[in-house]
């Protein structure tokens, strides 16, 4: 499995910004496609974007298209999360997750039973 440590999150007021990060402990990394996941308090975890392997697929949400935009750089094993326009319901704890069964494909996937890697999370609390 791929060690993830999540950064970047943090208080915002509704219309803010934040940056998130998640850093990759191997180079492997640059082989999997990787999604960025949120749980708010008494809710599932939730599928936010995804990215593949070399940036040439990504979804979103459609709570946050249009808001978020994820990228990754290989040569850093890091994978981001631009959000703006933040509102109070994308308070949450975010997670970054690795599917290292699909190596070097371009299938994404949003659904949480797919990734096998997981960071411990960032919390992202959005004031009004």
């Known amino acids: 499995q791929v060690q993830l440590v999540e950064s970047g999150g943090g208080l915002v007021q509704a219309g803010g910004s934040l940056r998130l990060s998640c850093a990759a402990s191997?180079?492997?990394?640059?082989?999997?496609?990787m999604g960025w996941f949120r749980q708010a308090p008494g809710k599932e975890r939730a599928f936010v974007a995804v990215?593949?392997?070399?940036?040439?697929?990504?979804d979103y949400a459609d709570s946050v298209k249009g808001r978020f935009t994820i990228s990754r750089d290989n040569a850093k094993n890091t994978v981001y999360l631009q959000m703006h326009y933040l509102e109070p319901e994308d308070t949450a704890v975010y997670y970054c997750?690795?599917?290292?069964?699909?190596?070097?494909?371009?299938?994404?996937?949003?659904?949480?039973?797919?990734?096998?890697?997981w960071g411990r999370g960032t919390q992202v609390t959005v004031s009004s």
């Open positions: 997750a690795a599917d290292t069964r699909g190596y070097y494909s371009s299938s994404i996937y949003t659904d949480t039973s797919r990734y096998d890697s």
């Open positions: 191997e180079r492997t990394f640059s082989k999997y496609a």
């Open positions: 990215i593949s392997w070399n940036g040439g697929a990504k």
